[in-house]
């Protein structure tokens, strides 16, 4: 395999690198007795990368943890972390469950498995077919892929007592696919509601309530609430970024910290600020995990669902700025930041470089339009305040007014401009929450975007590196040869084999990584305009309410004033 | 400067709507018919051709036109306020100087701004500003037509011959305001309104009429006053918000035109706020017309109404000085007649304030309630239309965007 950085995708099952794959397409019989016996290559979901290593991991584990958690096994970072992460699923939640997950899981695992192909073409093909597996991998493993091929319910494996979920026939499209996502998203409602300071002083605390509705079966309930606190929902950031933005998944940026907003509600003011800033604040994180679970691949995260579910976490410490974790995030950031400058990447496909630019210059043009429209919410709040001012102003006038018509007329005037003010105020708020947050939401997103595109870089770089390095095995094996030491030639051809197939390993995780980019760019794309127009035709209604209510305060006014006599 | 360029144009002012407004009935009389057609704008000066009809045979022309600075306008008032037989009667109060400040502090901050800004949005800011200073150049020459408007329907005052002289003389009145200046001197006049102040608290009204028209006047004074100022920061507010429009359309515009994947629905959006800030702008400039300006007016009017208590205060001073110099005279038999003279003189004047001071604070009661009356149902009326502007223009770009 020469260091180069074309690629003919190769044949869907090659070689032993592929088998785990192949295997599901293969055999149907042996699948439901497989997860029992705890075999070999449990769910085919994971990306190929993950291949042999993780493999036999995940089989370590011994059949209890794969029962537990094939949730778990859909993952492809669950490979790096295995045993822990894992058992901590009980096990009946998937298996009480119904249905099958959400269709969602579909596009978006999958060309990791598939992730041989090169352009996203071949995966969509192979993609049908891993949709459908994931689909129903929840209730068991190995069922679901079966069931949807045969397009009939599963192999019932023994213990698992989920009726087939769903004949999702391996045939459909995409776009059908999509269409299902779009409904499924609909099984599952979050809310965050009810902040209550919890605490005094400079230990205190806002916590959330945080209620999901849904009929999705891999839940517990179809209805549940739990308390979390704003590191809560860092530290659920933080795990899934660990898991998933190597891989090039656009993981959804958590609101930002703010020393300053919390500080205030902390010492107890109890003014109007801090609670516009606990709005704001609730708002977002609203706003952030309604992104989280609508991200097909993360909503299968045990992660995501743990945090919705479970009763207590285990506090987030590492996500404190002034923590050892805090640190050593800072230092990787920056490391990362400066190799990002170095790394020079050969673009094969132009489709990404061209698709970095765009994302830049966007969120550039985004963060302008944020500070205006920012600007735009302070002056009508400005004017809000000297409408106000000026409301009682007129009431006095109108209270030295000594034409009783005048003076009628005059108060109604201030009662009217009072109106203005909170009606002004009213918009302020919108202007702030439907608009600017809209902004301020997709500059951090679209900084999440770069990231992605960073990490694909990061893996072209590690499959250079790899191709180096196996370029120099190759010629210390050349120069052992000439200089005639047979006893390190073993060595040598051992390193050899060893780079060669590290080669091979970083080229297909670099191919997968692309893949996914892609898929993942395209689906935010997609979100991203349906975002935009829901918010600013909410943002345009909320304009037309406030000149409707204009209306009828001076249509109410008019007649008085033309009582003046 | 690029914008003070624009003004220096004549500028052609046909509206007389603030004049209509403020002071309802004016300029009726074709006997004496006066406006102010043309006004030009130079640096610092406004020079404002005075043009007027008539068929009176005071005159030496039944029409003609002669050109006006701010402080001739002063003059004129001031002479008017001097004059001893006018002291019972409401003069009609100063036009305020031209003030250029605040859009001349905004063309300063667009100058500065302009780098950051787009070719469309600094052309659409100059575009606002430019329209500010239209919109002050129009008021201060209405409010200076006004003035001489209020005078020239005023029995009295039409008959006075500095207003005669002010209408006609066809050369530069900066000799005549010269002199009046040293006259007068416009420190002697604060000094004497301030005894005024002092005296007209101090001094107990047996009038039943006058005692309630002071405090009136008085309490009303300081609340107009200070909602012609509250009135102005809210408008002044208002227009910020139209401003800001401006920019969000113009940020927009370029974010769907440099963005290629399908964020059209800005560049529709960009449109609406475009036309959604012409909208607000009126909303801001006819709230400022027919209620900051409103009040602003009123509020100098009071002034003017509280100048002639004043001046009758002033006289009953004066009357009551006169019979204590009465007595002390019949005391000392020294100089009675003088002094009985000048008693009945003082009371004769006092008088006479006192009767027309009671007309003309009555006929002012009337034309404010009448203005206000006017003036409220405008701006009602207004914002209505504007508010319907609004949302015709958000339900077009609503179903446009929902259709998409």
Known sequence: MAASSERSPPPFPEGDEQEPEAEPEDGDSDEGEDIFIGNTKPVEIKPSAMAREPRSEVTAKGQGDIISDPLGELFPNVVEEPSGALVSEPPTDIFSEEESVVTDSKANIDPSTISKANGVHSDEEQDLFSEATVELSLDSPRNERKKIENTRPPVAAPTVSVPPSTSKVASKTLEELEEEEEEDKFELNISITNPEKVGDGMNAYMAYQLSTQTTLPMFRSKSFTVRRRFSDFLGLYEKLSEKHSQNGYIVPPPPEKSILGMTKVKVGKEDSSSAEFVERRRAALERYLQRVVSHPSLLQDPDVREFLERDELPRAVSTQTLSGAGFLKMINRATDAVSKMTIKMNESDIWFEEKLQEVELEEQQLRKLHIVVDTLVSHRKELSVNTGVFAKSVAMLGSSEDNTALSRALSQLAEVEDKMEQLHQDQANNDFFVFAELLADYIRLLGAVRGCFDQRMKAWQRWQDAQTMLQRKRENEAKLLWANKPEKLQQAKDEIAEWESKVTQYDTDFERISATVRKEVLRFEKEKTRDFKKQIIKYLESLQHSQQQLIKYWEAFLPEAKAIA | ?404
């Open chain 2, 1 to 404: 400067m690029r914008v003070y360029k624009v003004l220096k144009k004549i500028i052609h002012l046909g509206a007389k709507g603030l004049a209509r407004s403020v002071s309802v009935d004016l300029n009726n009389d074709a006997s004496l018919l006066i406006d102010i057609p043309d006004a030009l704008c130079e640096r610092d000066k406004v020079k404002f051709t005075v043009h007027t009809k008539t068929t009176l045979g005071t005159f030496q022309k039944p029409e003609f036109s002669v050109s006006r600075q701010h402080e001739d306008f002063i003059w004129l008032h001031d002479t008017l306020v001097e004059t001893e037989e006018y002291a019972g009667l409401i003069i009609p109060p100063a036009p305020p100087k031209p003030d250029f400040e605040s859009p001349r502090e905004k063309m300063h901050k667009l100058g500065e701004g302009e780098a950051s800004m787009t070719k469309e949005e600094y052309a659409k800011m100059k575009q606002e500003l430019e329209a500010e200073y239209l919109a002050v150049f129009k008021k201060t020459v209405q409010v200076h037509e006004i003035f001489l408007q209020r005078l020239s329907s005023h029995p009295v005052f039409s008959k006075d011959r500095n207003f005669q002289i002010f209408l006609e003389y066809d050369q530069d009145l900066s000799v005549r305001r010269k002199n009046a200046k040293e006259m007068f001197g416009g420190f002697f006049k604060n000094m004497v309104k301030t005894a005024d102040e002092v005296l007209i608290s101090g001094t107990k009204e047996v009038d039943e009429f006058f005692d309630q028209e002071k405090t009136f006047l008085l309490d009303y004074f300081s609340k107009i006053k200070d909602a012609t100022s509250k009135a102005e920061k809210m408008t002044r507010s208002h227009k910020n918000v139209a401003d800001d429009y401006i920019h969000v359309s113009a940020t927009l515009n370029s974010l769907s035109a440099e963005d290629s994947t399908p964020l059209k629905h800005l560049e529709k959006l960009a449109d609406l706020f475009e036309k959604l800030r012409k909208v607000e702008g009126r909303v801001a400039s006819d709230q400022e017309l027919k209620l900051t300006e409103l009040l602003r007016y009123y509020m100098r009017d009071i002034q003017a109404a509280k100048d002639l208590l004043y001046r009758r205060a002033r006289a009953l001073a004066d009357y009551e000085n006169a019979n204590k110099a009465l007595d002390k005279a019949r005391l000392k038999s020294k100089d009675v007649a003088q002094a009985q003279q000048h008693q009945q003189q003082c009371l004769q004047k006092f008088d006479t304030l006192s009767e027309s001071g009671k007309k003309e604070l009555t006929s002012f009661k009337g034309r404010r309630v009448l203005a206000f009356r006017k003036n409220l149902i405008e701006m009602a009326e207004l914002e209505i239309k504007h508010a319907k502007s609004n949302m015709a223009l958000l339900q077009g770009c609503v179903e446009l965007l929902k259709s998409n």
